[in-house]
């Protein structure tokens, strides 16, 4: 069996957001589906770990917003790999309170779905919601992201909660040595820099300002190891 044929799945990335009572909290997740269009009705797949799951379990609500394909690695790295329960995901973004009175994350968003939770299915680590579509705006007209996109071209790697997480095993390195964030994942690879930071191709780890931080989670260099 070769697991890494489940790469070849096909998915986007987006912000699944929901509430409870006046707490507005959202996530990045990248199983989002249409399962039918009459009557318009899409699926999510959260894990139970995650503040989101909770609040839509309470709410029966959520919002999904699409994500465009130049959203920048730190506001994905926001959604991703922080957690409601330690910041506030809302405080600098821009939103709005849809119809349902979940909130829509808009910034990096090409559109959006409101939806009720009319079904649910347990699937051990995480739940699927069913959501019936109560509203649908198309905001502007970029492409949105896919999952391979992120995966390959932004460098990104999914943190361990998501469903698609298979541990990655990195080849030898034999050339410039990879660096990994210990706190997201994220490998930083000198041959490519962090252009969205300033840093060149071919800048080495070592090369890097001390005030450099992981374009995903925002980490300070102190907590990158050697990779491989
Ligand atoms: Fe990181």
């Known amino acids: ?3 890494k044929t ?7 990335l987006y912000i699944v957001s929901s509430k409870s009572k006046e707490k507005f909290n959202g ?10 269009a009459e009557p318009p009705t899409i699926a999510v797949c959260i894990n139970k770990q995650n503040l989101t799951h909770e609040f839509i379990k309470e709410t029966g609500m959520f919002t999904v917003s699409i994500l465009s394909q130049d959203t920048p690695m730190k506001f994905i790295g926001e959604f991703g790999f922080k957690s409601g329960r330690d910041v506030d995901k809302f405080k600098n973004v821009n939103y709005k309170i849809g119809t349902t009175g979940i909130p829509v994350v808009l910034d990096n968003t090409v559109g959006y779905i409101e939806a009720e939770v009319i079904d649910s299915k347990d699937v051990g680590t995480h739940t699927v919601f069913i959501g019936k579509v109560i509203n649908a705006e198309l905001v502007n007209d970029k492409l949105p992201m896919t999952y391979a996109y992120y995966h390959e071209i932004k460098r990104g790697t999914s943190p361990k909660t998501a ?3 298979i541990e990655e095993k990195q080849e030898k390195i034999t050339k410039m040595q990879k660096y990994k964030c210990t706190v997201c994942g994220y490998i930083y ?4 820099g962090d252009p969205e930071s300033g840093i060149k191709a071919g800048t080495l780890f070592e090369e890097l300002p001390d005030n450099w931080v992981c374009p995903v989670c925002g980490a300070d260099k102190s907590v990158f190891v050697k990779e491989g």
């Open 27 to 36: 996530q990045i997740a990248n199983t989002v589906f249409q399962i039918t």
């Open 6 to 12: 489940l790469f070849k799945i096909s998915y986007g």
């Open 189 to 192: 690879d000198p041959e490519k």
């Open 163 to 165: 469903p698609t997480y």
């Open 1 to 3: 069996m070769n697991l």
